[in-house]
């Protein structure tokens, strides 16, 4: 990935003094992922280019805990397109490699930093996904910038798959450079719309210091933010609060955001938990690992189930469920259809056998990773229910979630938390095993590159 800045100014080869970086050298400078080089194709009094290069490793992206690519599905973590564009590598290396220049700092020619000059960048590959061309010059013209626009075709050799996102860009303008250099932190990876770390508070603060003095203006400052914050709307919203009136939303509200969404979250995966439960016909229902009884109490209102079971290993959990269910006061016929005990997932247990089919809502992953072959035996090879419907967290989700620290899970029970081709390698198996047939769905919204923030299988007992 390149990005050239060329100036015409009078003493051209002031830009190198502006960007402490000598026009005779090739300097490199280590990123998490890869290398950034800046080097001067060309430097004379009347004419001087920068060039800045991205070298992403791939491999560096998917190495460790965190996969950086985003890419969820395996091949994808490999072959994506963030070595080759303009995204927020190219922030990070803008901000590493000319972080004085940016500052508004020169040390050997001060009255350089406020001086406008005549400049000409070129963005070999900047990508612009759900806008476009018009998004870029929204973006960039309100700030007096001239610009060209190439968009590129998908592929060459198959002209009818029609246009890419991916763009090329060149914009002129008589600009200061540390206001240049702020611009395009702000706006590549704005027009990106992705980022490659785990997006935060420090994100609102970076953006609101690189955008002083312009941001508070931009007639598309809303969309700037929104798409700087990958769409996180609590985020976004913080941030606008934050820059129109120098307020700080309290960190509760962000909070109380997170937590509704969450509700909002769990209530539609019961919801398709029960819609899947009913499609199978089954009468007899257990939930394993039933906790306060939220499922029980959606299955109770449709008559079709007629024996309900909820088993947990914790006695707090059912004592809870009984108080929420009313217990006491519950007229003897529901009483009857329904049956709540202690258990554990992990010991064959008979009260599990005869039933047309179970459900695991987010139970696995409190579970030991070495004790899901127990599990796995007790479940579907003891108990063995015609249909199993089963949820778990999607671990590729993680880097959506606003407060969540790289590598850290969802839940501090959690023993593991799965990608989705993790989860079907599992079940796959676990069907292979004992005589099923699993299918598999995706609960919540889809992002496009790290899928849904929650997973089902619906395994079916026989072919
Ligand atoms: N299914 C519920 C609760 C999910 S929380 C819901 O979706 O709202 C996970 C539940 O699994 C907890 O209630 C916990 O007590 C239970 N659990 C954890 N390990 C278990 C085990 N080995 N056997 C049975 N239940 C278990």
Not at 228 to 235: G, R
Not at 251 to 269: A, F, G, I, N, W
Not at 350 to 358: G, I, N, P, S, V
Not at 399 to 413: F, I, P, S
Request: charged share 30%; proline share 3%.
């Amino acid at each position: 990935m390149l990005l050239t800045i060329s100036t015409t100014h009078k003493q051209a080869a002031d830009l190198g003094f502006l960007l402490h970086k000598h026009p005779d050298k090739l300097q490199s400078v280590d990123l998490s992922i890869g290398k950034a080089h800046v080097f001067y194709p060309e430097s004379s009094s009347t004419r001087t280019t920068v060039a800045l290069l991205l070298d992403i490793d791939p491999i560096d992206m998917v190495r460790g805990k965190r996969n950086l690519s985003r890419k969820g599905f395996s091949l994808g973590q490999y072959v994506n397109d963030r070595p080759y564009v303009a995204s927020s590598f190219m922030s990070v290396a803008i901000a590493k490699t000319f972080s004085t220049a940016m500052n508004g700092k020169c040390k050997n020619k001060p009255e350089l930093v406020d001086l406008e000059m005549p400049f000409e960048v070129n963005i070999a590959v900047l990508p612009a996904p759900r806008g476009g061309e018009l998004l870029i010059k929204k973006l960039f013209e309100p700030l007096g910038y001239s610009i060209e626009v190439e968009r590129h075709i998908l592929d060459d050799k198959f002209t009818d798959w029609g246009d890419s996102k991916y763009f090329t860009l060149s914009l002129r303008h008589t600009i200061k450079l540390k206001d240049l250099l702020t611009h395009l932190y702000v706006l590549i990876p704005a027009l990106d719309n992705d980022k490659h770390y785990f997006v935060n508070q420090n994100e609102i603060d970076k953006l609101l210091e690189k955008g002083k003095g312009w941001l508070e203006d931009h007639p598309e400052k809303e969309q700037i933010i929104k798409r700087y914050l990958i769409n996180l709307n609590a985020l976004s919203r913080r941030a606008l609060a934050q820059l129109n009136e120098g307020v700080e939303l309290e960190e509760e509200d962000v909070s109380q955001e997170q937590k509704k969404k969450k509700e909002t979250l769990h209530q539609q995966r019961l919801t398709l938990v029960l819609e899947k439960l009913k499609e199978t016909g089954a009468q007899k229902v257990i939930d394993l690992g039933c906790g306060e009884g939220k499922l029980i109490r959606m299955l109770l209102k449709e008559k079709q189930f007629q024996k309900i079971t909820g088993m947990d290993i914790s006695y707090s959990e059912l004592t809870k469920c009984k108080e929420r269910l009313h217990w006491d006061e519950m007229a003897p016929k529901q009483k009857e259809r329904l049956y709540l005990f202690q258990g554990a997932l992990t010991y064959k247990d008979k009260r599990l056998a005869d039933y047309d089919a179970a459900a695991l809502v987010e139970v696995i992953e409190h579970l030991d990773e070495n004790r899901l072959k127990s599990f796995e035996r007790v479940v579907f090879e003891c108990a063995q229910p015609k249909h199993i419907i089963l949820t778990t967290p999607n671990a590729e989700y993680n880097v959506k979630y606003e407060n969540l620290t790289a590598g850290t899970m969802r839940h501090t029970d959690h023993r593991f938390e799965w990608s989705r081709q993790e989860f079907q390698d599992w079940a796959n198996q676990v069907a292979q095993n004992n005589n099923y047939t699993v299918q598999f769905a995706p609960i919540g919204e889809v992002d496009e590159y790290v899928g849904a923030p929650s997973q089902m299988a619906i395994f079916k007992y026989g072919n």
